[in-house]
Nanobody, 114 residues
């Protein structure tokens, strides 16, 4: 079992920045990929970014060039640095970990509004 706890969400103006963190515990030694998904009101959950244990990254086209995912394997923590935020980035952001199965965090709200 893997437990994921996100932090760092909040309210930010368009063009601003936020950094999300997700700390893994439990059987975190077996984690392969970690990443972020988001779900806006009335929409399905969508992929945002992913990073493998070897540091290979993948991004959704909508965030490429604005968001950066990174990972500290020693701390079992994944980060999402978000810059040039847009109103359409408003969503609940969920941390994801692949460890023989998929695990999800509880989500953290990101609101981009003036």
């Amino acid at each position: 079992q893997v437990q994921l706890v996100e932090s760092g969400g909040g309210l930010v103006q368009p063009g601003g920045s936020l950094r999300l963190s997700c700390a893994a515990s439990g059987s975190s030694f077996s984690i392969n990929a970690m990443g972020w998904y988001r779900q806006a009101p009335g929409s399905e959950r969508e992929f945002v970014a992913l990073i493998t244990s070897g540091g290979i990254t993948n991004y959704a086209n909508s965030v490429k060039g604005r968001f950066t995912i990174s990972r500290d394997n020693a701390k079992n923590t994944v980060y999402l640095q978000m810059a040039s935020l847009k109103v359409e980035d408003t969503a609940v952001y969920y941390c994801y970990a692949n460890s023989g199965g998929g695990y999800w965090g509880q989500g953290t709200q990101v609101t981009v509004s003036s």
